[in-house]
């Protein structure tokens, strides 16, 4: 059994009542664009520290594309004509080509893991980007690298009607086995497809070892942390009286599509979630709206995010840097900005 969340932190959105004056909505413009090969379909966006390297995906390139500090393209993972990787027991040799990458991280061994979502696959890579290891588990839409080589997955998949143990987030031992799940659903729907759907997120972790979890769909903006071992202790939830006339828009959404049935259809809540690995502060993106908290999940401020064209960023992806942000915003690319945090007075 795992521990009930201990609190629940409710917060303000943008300057509204309830706002002290330094957590007022303040413009957040971009200083420049990076990579600038980088543009649509932009997903995922890492720092590789140890390698001393930025690791860019899109989900319309072959793999994930590599940059030294300087920002200069070195390579690709895997690189374009990788040969298949022969398979024991003359089984069909395993392609290493991506069919829809739709997240990566960086594991604590150094290798590159890769969710294949359109192939129902992990693929982990070496520093020179060969295909090394392959775990089979449904639709991985995120995954967060763990201590001592595990690493936690987050699924778009639907259970079958017969899986009544159905959670957020799986964890893989180094070896490739399951270790643990954990991270109950929410519900919001009666429908089973449309209630999973709903609890759709993306996966993240800090160098302490703990997951965070962000609902893409939930209709107040939430987000949980869990130990490596899967014990929460910490729900945020924007639930103020500010956003909840666009909550229940969405639950009367949510509501209607349960009645009617067909394919589950709704607009991003969350888009992206950028974790200081220093302090453990938070990130969170609702459309160009970024709004920033401490470890306790006290909001210390709210932004707008904008390029210096006037373009609202709206970022799928958030890097946080000891002394600026990077947003990996579709189709526009990759844009550093500055954090307002660390300025001088």
Known sequence: M????????LVSLLGLAGLSPHQAEIDLVATKRLFPDMGPGLVALKRDAAARRYLVLSSRSAGVAVYNM???RIGTIPPSGTPPVAAASGAKPESSTLQFPSDFDITSDGRLVIADRAANALRFYD???ALVQSISTPAPSSVAALPEGEVAVASSAFASPRDQALRLITVYDKSGRLARTFGDLVDLASRRDLNRFLNIGRVSSDPSGSLYYAFT??????VRKYDRFGYASLELSVTSLDIQPAAQT????IKRQDEKGGAPRMKTIINALGVDPLTQQLWLALGNVVLHFDREGTQLAAYRAYSAAGIRLEPVAILVEPGRLLFAC???GVFELPRPDKSKP
Do not use: K, S, T, Y
Request: proline content about 11%; cysteine-free; aromatic content about 14%.
């Open 127 to 129: 520093a020179a980007g």
């Open 70 to 72: 300087d920002g200069q």
């Open 250 to 253: 969405v639950r009367r959404e």
């Open 330 to 332: 579709d189709p526009f």
């Open 2 to 9: 795992f521990r009930r969340l201990r609190w629940v932190i």
């Open 217 to 222: 769909f939930h209709p107040e903006p939430n």
